[in-house]
């Protein structure tokens, strides 16, 4: 069948996959140019991670009038944030108005998990494949399915065995889950258990945090928003994002240019303590461009947050476990906090090393370490997610070759751009691994992948081309310019998800090049370059 007719037998011109923060914007941004496109999101209502994500202190740890859409003046004016970091209810309506506002909904369709997606040389077209068995066809496929949306259990025995109620931090449950009076165990320390633990903490009868590697963590100091600040925050929103334009990671914080051997120690600490004090992610890219490049100057920081961590938990020994020894300071994500080392100074709540005392088995009534078995009425896994990767993985997609895109990138990610991969035509990875917005403030950076990959579909059929895809030459030289970014920081030095590594995924305990680290500014001139050479890198057809 020609191209034309079998143009004729599509179900949609272009299939979004995902509702969450990129899929609704890169919704927007196609209706708006006329596109016949249809949205499919697993989850039974739009908001992505903010729908998921429902456990008790989730929220946002970039300003929340940072992370809020900056493409509708009039949705800046109306919206009013209630704190400087949303929780998740709050982040949840937001972008439900959105879609509602924009008249979104009725492009999207619920309950539609993706199992499989193939392309079609022949139609020059992908064929889905629903979970319900259902199939649909499209010319053009773009993913908006999230970098932390894959969420895993621990590797242990027994895991099924717990005869109480457990549940992963990422399904928590849409009806109340009752945990006053009762003996909670949560598995993990991790950003998302940082802001679950004190929370539980108040209300559990008793609470055993188990720990293999602590986190470096540091205030968030939320606060409500007064009607000041929500006027001068509305009457400067320009500013607000030029300012996340000028930044590598998309926040209102920059990093301070000045050499530290150059600062005197006075100094420097005072300045330390202004960034302790400073809400929101100031203590991690507000620094020393040196502390997160050169290793002295990241000991020293790193001591200086240690001594913090020493000060608000009144056990020395507890204290001392809560203490990173095995990376510096910001080389991992850094989780932000209310209140978690206070934590620890209740009676109530009970820390295990895992490194002292190792998990056994998790038995019908708890779980088993070396030492002794603790008995539980619940159990929250807080254990993380096949980071970046792990989302695609989990949808089986074939291209031109036959090669599925699991196989392709068994030994790490290879793309260009990080929105695009060779020997699969017409796919678009928007926050896929390797761009700029797994590493950014991630509204910030979607909605410059969004614009950009919606810049490109607009040429593409005003030039009337139905076939494009990223050459193996543009992948290599870009997969080439991101090992390169490794380089220019401390990150490879810590395994995190940053990193590739995953204890609890098999083939996941080696560098694996997800994320780019050059920065948005430098991100963005790349794009903008690639688009002005006419998409160099891609060929069209």
Same mark, same amino acid.
């Given at each position: 069948?020609?191209?034309?007719?079998?143009?004729?037998?599509?179900?949609?011109?272009?299939?979004?996959?995902?509702?969450?923060?990129?899929?609704?914007?890169?919704?927007?941004?196609?209706?708006?140019?006329?596109?016949?496109?249809?949205?499919?999101?697993?989850?039974?209502?739009?908001?992505?991670?903010?729908?998921?994500?429902?456990?008790?202190?989730?929220?946002?740890?970039?300003?929340?009038?940072?992370?809020?859409?900056?493409?509708?003046?009039?949705?800046?004016?109306?919206?009013?944030?209630?704190?400087?970091?949303?929780?998740?209810?709050?982040?949840?309506?937001?972008?439900?108005?959105?879609?509602?506002?924009?008249?979104?909904?009725?492009?999207?369709?619920?309950?539609?998990?993706?199992?499989?997606?193939?392309?079609?040389?022949?139609?020059?077209?992908?064929?889905?494949?629903?979970?319900?068995?259902?199939?649909?066809?499209?010319?053009?496929?773009?993913?908006?399915?999230?970098?932390?949306?894959?969420?895993?259990?621990?590797?242990?025995?027994?895991?099924?065995?717990?005869?109480?109620?457990?549940?992963?931090?990422?399904?928590?449950?849409?009806?109340?889950?009752?945990?006053?009076?009762?003996?909670?165990?949560?598995?993990?320390?991790?950003?998302?258990?940082?802001?679950?633990?004190?929370?539980?903490?108040?209300?559990?009868?008793?609470?055993?945090?188990?720990?293999?590697?602590?986190?470096?963590?540091?205030?968030?100091?939320?606060?409500?928003?007064?009607?000041?600040?929500?006027?001068?925050?509305?009457?400067?929103?320009?500013?607000?994002?030029?300012?996340?334009?000028?930044?590598?990671?998309?926040?209102?914080?920059?990093?301070?240019?000045?050499?530290?051997?150059?600062?005197?120690?006075?100094?420097?600490?005072?300045?330390?303590?202004?960034?302790?004090?400073?809400?929101?992610?100031?203590?991690?890219?507000? =620094?020393?461009?040196?502390?997160?490049?050169?290793?002295?100057?990241?000991?020293?920081?790193?001591?200086?947050?240690?001594?913090?961590?020493?000060?608000?938990?009144?056990?020395?020994?507890?204290?001392?476990?809560?203490?990173?020894?095995?990376?510096?300071?910001?080389?991992?994500?850094?989780?932000?906090?209310?209140?978690?080392?206070?934590?620890?100074?209740?009676?109530?709540?009970?820390?295990?090393?895992? =490194?002292?005392?190792?998990?056994?088995?998790?038995?019908?009534?708890?779980?088993?370490?070396?030492?002794?078995?603790?008995?539980?009425?619940?159990?929250?896994?807080?254990?993380?997610?096949?980071?970046?990767?792990?989302?695609?993985?989990?949808?089986?997609?074939?291209? @031109?070759?036959?090669?599925?895109?699991?196989?392709?990138?068994?030994?790490?990610?290879?793309?260009?751009?990080?929105?695009?991969?060779?020997?699969?035509?017409?796919?678009?990875?928007?926050?896929?691994?390797? @761009?700029?917005?797994?590493?950014? =403030?991630?509204?910030?950076?979607?909605?410059?992948?969004?614009?950009?990959?919606?810049?490109?579909?607009?040429?593409?059929?005003?030039?009337?081309?139905?076939?494009?895809?990223?050459?193996?030459?543009?992948?290599?030289?870009?997969?080439?310019?991101?090992?390169?970014?490794?380089?220019?920081?401390?990150?490879?030095?810590?395994?995190?998800?940053?990193?590739?590594?995953?204890?609890?995924?098999?083939?996941?305990?080696?560098?694996?090049?997800?994320?780019?680290?050059?920065?948005?500014?430098?991100?963005?001139?790349?794009?903008?370059?690639?688009?002005?050479?006419?998409?160099?890198?891609?060929?069209?057809?």
């Amino acid at each position: 069948m020609a191209v034309a007719e079998q143009q004729d037998t599509l179900d949609h011109e272009i299939i979004v996959i995902g509702a969450g923060v990129s899929g609704i914007y890169q919704l927007y941004r196609l209706l708006e140019m006329g596109v016949d496109v249809q949205v499919l999101e697993a989850g039974a209502a739009p908001g992505g991670t903010w729908f998921w994500n429902r456990y008790p202190g989730a929220r946002f740890d970039s300003e929340s009038w940072t992370y809020g859409y900056s493409f509708s003046k009039a949705l800046l004016q109306e919206w009013s944030w209630s704190e400087h970091f949303a929780g998740q209810p709050e982040t949840l309506s937001y972008l439900n108005h959105v879609v509602d506002r924009f008249d979104l909904r009725r492009h999207m369709r619920f309950d539609a998990k993706v199992r499989a997606a193939r392309f079609e040389e022949d139609g020059r077209l992908w064929r889905l494949e629903l979970e319900s068995g259902e199939e649909l066809t499209c010319r053009f496929l773009v993913t908006a399915i999230g970098m932390l949306s894959a969420p895993v259990l621990p590797r242990i025995e027994g895991v099924e065995d717990f005869k109480g109620t457990a549940f992963h931090t990422y399904h928590w449950p849409a009806e109340k889950v009752e945990l006053a009076g009762k003996r909670v165990g949560v598995l993990g320390t991790g950003a998302t258990a940082v802001q679950l633990i004190p929370l539980v903490a108040e209300v559990a009868e008793s609470l055993t945090v188990f720990q293999r590697r602590p986190n470096w963590c540091a205030p968030l100091l939320n606060a409500r928003i007064t009607d000041e600040e929500q006027a001068r925050i509305k009457a400067t929103y320009d500013e607000i994002f030029a300012r996340c334009r000028e930044t590598p990671g998309g926040f209102v914080h920059a990093p301070d240019r000045r050499r530290f051997d150059e600062v005197p120690e006075d100094v420097r600490l005072a300045f330390w303590e202004e960034l302790y004090a400073t809400p929101g992610f100031a203590v991690w890219v507000g =620094n020393f461009v040196d502390v997160l490049v050169d290793a002295r100057a990241n000991a020293e920081y790193t001591a200086f947050i240690a001594d913090k961590i020493r000060a608000r938990v009144n056990d020395s020994e507890v204290a001392e476990k809560l203490i990173p020894k095995d990376h510096g300071f910001g080389t991992r994500r850094v989780p932000l906090e209310t209140n978690y080392y206070e934590a620890y100074n209740r009676d109530n709540v009970h820390l295990v090393d895992l =490194n002292q005392t190792p998990i056994k088995r998790v038995t019908a009534k708890g779980i088993q370490t070396s030492a002794r078995e603790h008995e539980f009425d619940v159990i929250i896994w807080a254990t993380g997610f096949d980071a970046i990767t792990g989302a695609f993985d989990r949808i089986e997609f074939t291209g @031109s070759d036959g090669q599925t895109l699991r196989e392709k990138w068994h030994d790490g990610p290879v793309t260009y751009l990080g929105l695009a991969a060779s020997g699969f035509p017409n796919l678009l990875t928007i926050s896929g691994p390797q @761009s700029g917005s797994v590493a950014t =403030n991630f509204p910030r950076g979607i909605e410059e992948a969004v614009d950009w990959a919606s810049a490109l579909i607009h040429h593409l059929r005003s030039h009337g081309h139905t076939r494009i895809e990223a050459t193996a030459e543009a992948e290599q030289s870009w997969l080439d310019h991101v090992k390169e970014t490794y380089g220019w920081s401390l990150l490879p030095t810590a395994k995190s998800w940053f990193t590739g590594y995953n204890a609890n995924i098999d083939g996941h305990d080696r560098l694996r090049h997800l994320i780019y680290n050059g920065g948005a500014p430098r991100y963005r001139k790349r794009l903008n370059a690639v688009a002005d050479q006419d998409y160099v890198g891609f060929a069209m057809d």
